[in-house]
């Protein structure tokens, strides 16, 4: 008889020991206008943890300013520290583990509101800030991937657990992996070998940053859903690297690209009227004209990202987060089954954030979550569940 682990016992996660296998996804919150911690951040993260989960990731935190996707996103400096260290001091006094999401936004970022230009790995167009991103100098990624290593150790000076590189949604890294995006004649273009230069660079500067200070994860896309992205084929391969490099502890396998497709990622209902709303003009008239092929929508179902995860799972044998539609015990329990290490919620956990507890008291609880979406443009207010008063 073959038997899995249980998702409520503890589980290590590199030099960590978190209290289950559950991790709250990151979730771009919307709750720092002044790119520093505030006490509505504090108290998004405080509810899932005293919810249930095992370790609660903190996004987005740019290592750069110019790599935010908007201005008042949070980024790495120490006049950040004093708020994070109050964020982790939080999710910790309610017993869970605190990780930060480190990245560079790339392409995404939208140079209109952050005031500094966005860099890609080729000069391209960004239909978010309706503008042309400039190709990115190779003294940009040496500043960029060095970036990464100081923001890493910000985050262990800040009292986190873990951080989580993000090599995904065609961010600056992920950008690089991708052949649609990347069309340079550089080392940095071409082969996946040079394609995946930045992400096996970004890796071990993290790693030199922290040592074994704290888990290393890194978010990592399995399929852009663009035609010519980055697909699953590659996405074996560049696991199959980050493993043998050993700079991670963990991949948390996603897909989708925020510049290019980003329902992709989410499945369910596509919330056209409600993204319109809440973007600037000219984007809003843009998006009520052509949000229906700009923001397409794709059929819900549990565990959406199980069937491309497992071609990964299959490939090497580091920790894997799998992530997309766990919502339910029964669907925790099948993650365990197919030899997933951990588990990650996002979108259940903004209606119930104490979901956790309730499946864990109950297993036959179901989440209250309908897969709308529209919690989506609420990412621009303020995070949250607009079924929820």
């Not at 509810?47 to 989960?53: C, K, L």
């Not at 991937?145 to 923001?151: R, Y």
């Not at 894997?320 to 290490?341: I, Q, S, Y």
Request: aromatic residues 6%.
């Amino acid at each position: 008889m073959t038997t899995h682990p249980d998702v409520f016992a503890p589980a290590t996660l590199g030099p960590v020991t978190l209290r289950n296998r559950i991790v709250k996804s990151a979730t771009f919150e919307g709750r720092t206008p002044d790119a520093l911690v505030t006490d509505e951040l504090i108290e998004f993260h405080r509810r899932p943890a005293a919810g249930g989960v095992g370790m609660s990731t903190v996004a987005y935190c740019a290592v750069a300013p110019e790599g935010r996707t908007e201005r008042g996103q949070l980024w790495m400096r120490p006049d950040a520290v004093p708020g994070l260290r109050r964020l982790t001091d939080a999710i910790h006094a309610e017993g869970a583990a605190a990780s930060a999401q480190l990245g560079h936004a790339g392409p995404v970022a939208n140079e209109k509101s952050t005031g500094l230009p966005a860099l890609a790995p080729s000069r391209s167009f960004n239909p978010l800030s309706m503008r042309m991103i400039r190709s990115a100098t190779t003294a940009d990624i040496a500043r960029i991937t060095a970036a990464h290593g100081t923001a890493a150790r910000l985050a262990v000076d800040s009292g986190f657990d873990a951080v989580e590189i993000h090599f995904g949604h065609n961010y600056f890294a992920s950008a690089f992996l991708s052949p649609k995006l990347n069309r340079r004649t550089d080392s940095f273009g071409g082969s996946l070998e040079n394609r995946a230069r930045v992400v096996r660079d970004v890796a071990r500067t993290v790693r030199d940053a922290v040592g074994g200070r704290v888990a290393i994860l890194a978010k990592l896309n399995m399929d852009d859903g663009v035609p010519g992205g980055f697909w699953l084929d590659e996405a074996i391969q560049v696991a199959r690297l980050l493993e043998h490099d050993g700079s991670v502890d963990a991949l948390e396998l996603t897909m989708g690209s925020s510049l290019l497709n980003p329902m992709y990622l989410f499945k369910g209902d596509a919330p056209v009227r409600e993204f319109a709303a809440a973007m600037p003009q000219p984007v809003r008239l843009g998006v009520q004209l052509a949000g229906k092929s700009m923001i397409r929508a794709y059929p819900y179902r549990d565990l959406f990202m199980l069937e491309h995860a497992r071609q990964i799972r299959a490939a090497v044998t580091l920790p894997l987060v799998l992530l997309g539609g766990v919502t339910d015990r029964a669907g925790m329990d099948t993650a365990m089954a197919e030899g997933f290490e951990f588990v990650a919620m996002a979108r259940a956990l903004l209606r119930e954030p104490d979901l956790v507890n309730r499946i864990r008291a109950e297993s036959r609880t179901q989440s209250l979550c309908i897969h709308c979406n529209k919690c989506m443009p609420t990412i621009f207010s303020g995070a949250r569940c607009v079924l929820v008063e």
